[in-house]
Structures are given as structure tokens and as C-alpha cells.
């Protein structure tokens, strides 16, 4: 523990004069406004399926132009202030800010475009004491609505607000942010607490680098405002020891301590703070910070098909060099239905540590990786790398396209039906080939005639063996709302005739974009006479809306992304629509959500999800499956950035072409009774020839066991991707889920 006096604040706190005593962190709630003209309210997020964590609401106003709201600011105090806006975070909103009839200027942002809710960069500083007006307006040159969600007043320099969604909590503290010392960035506000009340001291800064394994230093300045006293500072991080310091500060004099809590353990924790002045307890400060990790683990896949031998597993430790040699690993490899360990070794800590996964001796199934890392006798780290071993799936070869044709509800390429799997916003690879896609969404960014960048899309697709959809939502295409029709000739007479195009992508979301169905129509009627041998794919967002279109789809899509927020229940809303309106009319499409808005925000689906989603629209009839996204820019969360998700794709790729014939043969799904009854299970069953394929999802979060009964009195069933066993004789079958999985099961005679 190191003291360091003076009467003057030191080289670490240059630049913070005039600290306050409390520092206010005063948030008030987009629609909270006194006073405005707008569009009311509506729940966070951009389009309909976009849910923030905290479900609140957002206002919105603009016409796009035009339209403002006002918010009365009474008790600031002393100040300056910093004011933040949470709000839509799109380059096409544009949101001029006003405090006291004095302009701020336009609400500016550090993203270039999300759809996410983000904080605007700092305006200001505004002052107080007393009240204010702030006013916000629909600027002239807006194309989109603004969306506010939360306003930040706080005299707190330089501090930058986190992104992470939340409930937002007005708060006075003693405490200042944690800021990564005299050089870093500032990091995070304190937690807020009960108002600490007037004490004899000012706390100007707590600065600490972000923490690590081992001692870590801690700076906290200090200023007495009153008479001469002992002033005692405790620090811990986690559930560790204290580490403490204690020093007397004459009147008007400053202080800065130096104390080394210690880590012993990754992850997520809390970094606690106490004062003691004259020996009695002043405030307690609680700052949530991450452990930098002390390894980094990973597999070279998540899902292995049954023909690979072998994988690997890596373990990079990432503990400063002096550590290395004193941790050992206990490392486990487990099969987890039915459980039992397949391996176990102790390891000794290096740079890099492998171990080969014996796969050729693994039945098909699930399985686990487990490591212990620890430091002398400390469990520093824990770590577990799932993954499955799934049967090889042929993919169907590839042929040139001489006729696509929607009959009813199946989608013939060449006279046969056709499963698709499209991954959008991708390249043609090879990759994409191995990984079970047979469509990629083939477009082009230029400022002039895109046809011949999508032909060239067009001609890897041929030369990789997979097939395109041409995306015709290039601004070159478009005439306001609607459509340039001189263009779009030029577009299909050019490409209609390429042997890898499976469809022509007129439209996304046109009930989201104010598109009518009228010019919608219009355009696909011309594309249809131009081209009678490719069908037309429109794809919606809006359920309300969703047979609003159908004159102009041949291929009838929507997408609806619950994940995390939501669950897969989410999706029934649309699957009534399709069930009552469209099984047996029009091809169907779901777009797999594979993409969440924000990385930093939210977490991505998981493998689970992503089969389930799939599997309840397969039996609903749909043949259509779009993978959203395989690449987006930051701040999104994508499937081409995402190892393990990315690795699934390619086992339910394979799943999907292993059951092609109950997927794409004639027929419906019947529905089952699956007991004990639930709201969140659904079971079907078809019947193919004769063999009948029963489907168990469960919807939910929450494992559990069901029964259903097939029509027959006597019969085998066998589960399917998930084992090797054997058919088995039965009179039921029982289904154990996890959650938010599914059982695919083969029943014969």
C-alpha cells in the first residue's frame, strides 16, 4: 500500500478540476416528454421482431421531417453537464437538439448504421443550477423516424455510458467511474446506491487497468473538505481479501492511495470499495468488472460429421508468463446422453496445450469438453466446449437450371422438388458448398447497373456448385417506393437465361417499407412475362400483412427472430397464417434467424434454437430455408463470426437432406398428442410410404419428457442424428428435450 500527500492533486487527476461532491447520473425516459408532436409510442426495437432485453417502449416522432418533443429539467444542479441520447442508431435519422432555445446541433452517433438503440455521443456541456427546456426535432434531410428511448444528464466528466440495454436508475454518489488509470479510457459508473449524504470528503478518481489474475494496483484519490481526520480504504475484488489502506488528510489537503487487491479468478465479479473517515463507515462504492480470462479454449469444430476421424482441442493460456509454469489443467472429455466420461488426463500449463478428440471411436451423440484450470491449489478457470458427432449426409449434385417452377406448395427445379438452403449476404464458396448450402443470395453494390457484378455472383455459384437468388432491392431497380421498370427488363432479359439462378428476389419487407402490394404486383407481373421459367420470391416481416402480397409471390417467405428475448413460440403467430391460408397454395419460406442486432447486446441463438426453428417449420410444410445472416458489420452478431453456430449449420444442413423425402414428399404433417399436454411442445407426424417420421420440438427453456403415440398398435422406432442405436419395438415414444430441442424419430412396422 503506497500514501502520497499533497496540496495540490497530483499528474494522475490533471484536468479534473472542480470535482463535485456527488456525482448525478439523471436519466429520464423517452416518454416521459411534457410537452411534443409525434407518433407515439411503440416497443423497443426497429422492425416487429426485434425486442430489447428491458421490453420498455420508445418515442417516436417525425414525419419523417418535422415533429419534436420537450422535456422540462427542474433541480439540476451546479454542473456542467453532459447530456447523452439513447436513440435509433441510424445515419438516415437525424435529430437536431436544443437546450434553452440554444442549438446543439444534430444528435450524432459512433456508429455509422444499426438498427440497434445505442447512446449518442456527448453533447454539451449545458449548465445548471435551476430548470431547463430540451427539446428535440425531426430534422428537414431525416428519412427515417427518430426513436428516443432514454436521456443522460450527468456532471460526471468524461464518462461514457455502456450500450448493454437495461432499466435505467436515477442516482447521486460519492463515487466517480472506474477509469483505467492515467492513460485509459474511463470504463464503468458505480452500481447505484443509497445516497451517501454530506461527508467531509471529495473521491476525484478510482482508476484501476482492467484486472487480471494476481495483485492488480488500485489508485484512489481523495481531497478533505473538512477538518483533519483518518480517512481508511478498503478494496476487494470478488469474494477475495481486502486489500487496505489508511492515511491522514489535513484540511484542504489531498491523498492518493495505492492498494492490491488481488484476482484469483476469471470472469465477471465486482470490485468493492469501502471509506472509513474518523473511523466510522462513510460509502461503499460497487463497480461490476471481468477478470481477463486465463486461457482461451476452443475446438477446431462444434459439430463433426461421422467421417471425420479426429479433432482438436486448444488451450492458450493468457495469464502473464511467470504463471504459466505453476497451473495444471484437469481436462475431461464427456458423452453426455447417456452420460459417462470418455477420457480424463491432468495436464501441465504452456503456452499452448492440445489434446486430439478421439472421434472415430465416438458413437453419433452429443459430448463435452470439460477443463479445470488451476493455479497452485486455486480453480482460476473453468471451461466447457460442447459439441455433437453427426451422420454423413451426400449432398445432392449440382445440374444447370433449365426450369424453376412454385407448383402448390413445392418449389420443382428440372421437374423435382427442391429443398432450399440459402444463406444470404454471402459469397458462392466452396465453404458454403460443404456446409449443406445449395443457394447463396447473389446482388451487387455499385452506383450503376449492377447485372454484371450479380452475373459474375451468378458464375461462382455455377463454378462452386451452388445456386443463386438474384436480389433486385439495389436502388438501381427503384423509382421512389416503387419500382423502375425500364430497369428491371434490362436486369432479366440480361441474366434470365444464367443456368444457376433458382429465383428472382424482388422485394424484402415492402409491408415494412411502404411499398403496396400494387407496385409490388406490377413488378412481378413484368418479371413473369419476361421470364415464365424462374418464380418470384417476396419476403415479409409484418404478420398482420402477411396475404397482402400474394399476387406477387410465388414464394411465399417471412422472418421473425425471437431469439433471446423471445422463444420459438414466437413463430406461431405466423405458422396459423401459413397453416389456415397458404399449406398446399404457395411455396414457403422461413428466414433461420442466424444474426442478433448487437453482439455487444445480446447473445446469439444457439445451436438448439437454430434446429428447433427449423424442424417446426418443416412440419408446418415449409421447404424454403433462409440462414440470416452469414455476414453483417459490427455491432451485429453473425453467422460467418460465430465458430460454434457456424459449425452447427452444416449437421442441420445434413439433417434437412437426410429427411428430404418426408420434408418434400406429398402429404401433411398430422399433429399428435403428446402427454402430458403442454403449451410449449409440438409433435407431427407424416407419412412417407412405409415409414412414418414423427417430430417432437419443445418450445421452451426448460427441459422435459413427453409421450406420443403413432396410429399403429405395434411398431420400431429409431431415433434419428442424435444416436446410433438401433429401431427398438415399442407402443409409445418417448421423447426426453432439452430445452429448446428437438427429437427426430423413423417409425416402421
Not at 456541456?125 to 427546456?133: I, L, Q
Not at 471509506?275 to 486465463?294: D, H, I, K, S
Not at 451426400?394 to 406448395?409: T, Y
Not at 417420421?693 to 426448460?702: P, T
Request: proline share 8%; glycine share 8%; with cysteine.
Amino acid at each position: 500500500m503506497t500514501i502520497r500527500l499533497s496540496a495540490v492533486l497530483p499528474v494522475l487527476l490533471l484536468g479534473a478540476t472542480a470535482a463535485p461532491a456527488l456525482y448525478e447520473y439523471r436519466y429520464i425516459e423517452g416518454e416521459a416528454c411534457d410537452r411534443g408532436e409525434g407518433q407515439g409510442l411503440r416497443a423497443e426495437g426497429f422492425t416487429s421482431w426485434m425486442r430489447h432485453p428491458s421490453g420498455g417502449k420508445v418515442i417516436v416522432f417525425g414525419n419523417p421531417a418535422g415533429g419534436f418533443v420537450e422535456y422540462d429539467i427542474k433541480g439540476l444542479g451546479e454542473g456542467p453537464y453532459t447530456l447523452f441520447i439513447r436513440a435509433l442508431d441510424m445515419a438516415q435519422t437525424r435529430t437536431r437538439v436544443l437546450w434553452d432555445g440554444q442549438d446543439l446541433g444534430l444528435l450524432a452517433r459512433e456508429n455509422a448504421n444499426s438498427v440497434a438503440l445505442r447512446w449518442s455521443r456527448p453533447l454539451g456541456p449545458v449548465s445548471g443550477p435551476g430548470d431547463h427546456v430540451l427539446r428535440l426535432e425531426g430534422s428537414a434531410d431525416s428519412t427515417q423516424w427518430p426513436y428516443i428511448d432514454v436521456i443522460l444528464l450527468t456532471n460526471q466528466p468524461g464518462y461514457v455510458p455502456c450500450n448493454d440495454d437495461q432499466d435505467f436508475a436515477s442516482y447521486r454518489t460519492l463515487w466517480p467511474m472506474l477509469s483505467g488509470g492515467p492513460e485509459g479510457a474511463p470504463t464503468v459508473a458505480p452500481a447505484p446506491a443509497g445516497d451517501p449524504g454530506e461527508l467531509p470528503v471529495v473521491v476525484r478518481q478510482v482508476a484501476m487497468a482492467p484486472p487480471v489474475l494476481g495483485p492488480n494496483l488500485l489508485q484512489i484519490a481523495l481531497r478533505n473538505t473538512g477538518p483533519q481526520t483518518e480517512m481508511r480504504v478498503e478494496a476487494k475484488i470478488g469474494e477475495e481479501a481486502a486489500a487496505a489502506g489508511t492515511v491522514t488528510v489535513g484540511e484542504g489537503q489531498e491523498a492518493v492511495l495505492e492498494l492490491r487487491p488481488e484476482a484469483w479468478r476469471s470472469g465477471p465479479t465486482t470490485l468493492l470499495v469501502r471509506l472509513l473517515v474518523g473511523g466510522r463507515e462513510g460509502a461503499a462504492a460497487t463497480y461490476p468488472v471481468t477478470v481477463a480470462p486465463a486461457a482461451e479454449v476452443a475446438l477446431d469444430e462444434y459439430a463433426y460429421p461421422s467421417n471425420v476421424g479426429s479433432g482438436k482441442w486448444t488451450c492458450r493460456l493468457l495469464c502473464s508468463p511467470e504463471l504459466m509454469p505453476r497451473m495444471t489443467i484437469a481436462w475431461e472429455l464427456r458423452q453426455l446422453e447417456p452420460e459417462r466420461t470418455v477420457a480424463r488426463e491432468n495436464l501441465e500449463g504452456a503456452a499452448e496445450v492440445t489434446r486430439a478428440l478421439p472421434l472415430s471411436r465416438l458413437p453419433i451423440g452429443r459430448y463435452e469438453t470439460h477443463a479445470v484450470l488451476r493455479l497452485a491449489d486455486r480453480v482460476v478457470q473453468e471451461d466447457t466446449q460442447a459439441f455433437i458427432r453427426f451422420p454423413t449426409t451426400a449432398f445432392p449434385a449440382w445440374e444447370p437450371v433449365r426450369e424453376a417452377k412454385a407448383v402448390g406448395d413445392r418449389l420443382m427445379v428440372n421437374g423435382r422438388p427442391f429443398l432450399a438452403r440459402l444463406l444470404y449476404h454471402s459469397p458462392a464458396t466452396p465453404e458454403v458448398r460443404t456446409r449443406g448450402f445449395n443457394l447463396v443470395q447473389c446482388w451487387a453494390e455499385t452506383q450503376d447497373d449492377p447485372a454484371p457484378k450479380i452475373r459474375q455472383h451468378l458464375d461462382a455459384c455455377q463454378q462452386n456448385g451452388v445456386y443463386g437468388t438474384v436480389a433486385l432491392f439495389h436502388s438501381y431497380f427503384r423509382d421512389g417506393l416503387g419500382f423502375n421498370l425500364g430497369h428491371l427488363q434490362q436486369v432479366i432479359t440480361a441474366l434470365k437465361d444464367h443456368p444457376a439462378i433458382i429465383a428472382w428476389d424482388l422485394i424484402d419487407e415492402p409491408d415494412g417499407l411502404s411499398v403496396t402490394p400494387q407496385q409490388v404486383a406490377e413488378a412481378a407481373t413484368l418479371i413473369r412475362q419476361l421470364d415464365p421459367n424462374h418464380p418470384v420470391w417476396v419476403n415479409l416481416c409484418q404478420y398482420p400483412r402477411a396475404t397482402e402480397y400474394l399476387d406477387s409471390q410465388d414464394i411465399w417467405s417471412f422472418d421473425c427472430y425471437p431469439f433471446p428475448t423471445l422463444t420459438a413460440k414466437a413463430f406461431r403467430v405466423w405458422l396459423a397464417i401459413s397453416d389456415e391460408a397458404l399449406l398446399g397454395r404457395k411455396v414457403l419460406g422461413t428466414c433461420l434467424q442466424t444474426y442478433v442486432y448487437s453482439r455487444h447486446d445480446q447473445r446469439m441463438p444457439t445451436p438448439d434454437e437454430l434446429r428447433s426453428s427449423a424442424w417446426l417449420h418443416a412440419i408446418h410444410g415449409y421447404t424454403w430455408f433462409g440462414y440470416y445472416s452469414y455476414y453483417d458489420g459490427e455491432p451485429a452478431g453473425c453467422l460467418a463470426n460465430t465458430p460454434e453456430l457456424w459449425s452447427h449449420v452444416r449437421a442441420l444442413n445434413s439433417e434437412l437432406v437426410a429427411c428430404q423425402e418426408a420434408i418434400l414428399g406429398t402429404g401433411n404433417w398430422r399433429p399428435l398428442a403428446a402427454e402430458p399436454e403442454r403449451g410449449d411442445v409440438e409433435a407431427r407426424m407424416k407419412t412417407v410410404g412405409d415409414k412414418r417420421y414423427v417430430v417432437v420440438v419443445n418450445l421452451g427453456r426448460e427441459p422435459l419428457s413427453v409421450s406420443v403415440r403413432p396410429d399403429l398398435a405395434e411398431f420400431c422406432s429409431r431415433l434419428l442424428f442424435e444416436s446410433d442405436a438401433k429401431p427398438e419395438a415399442a407402443n409409445e415414444i418417448i421423447a426426453h428435450l432439452r430445452p429448446s430441442a428437438v427429437r427426430v424419430f423413423e417409425v416402421t412396422r
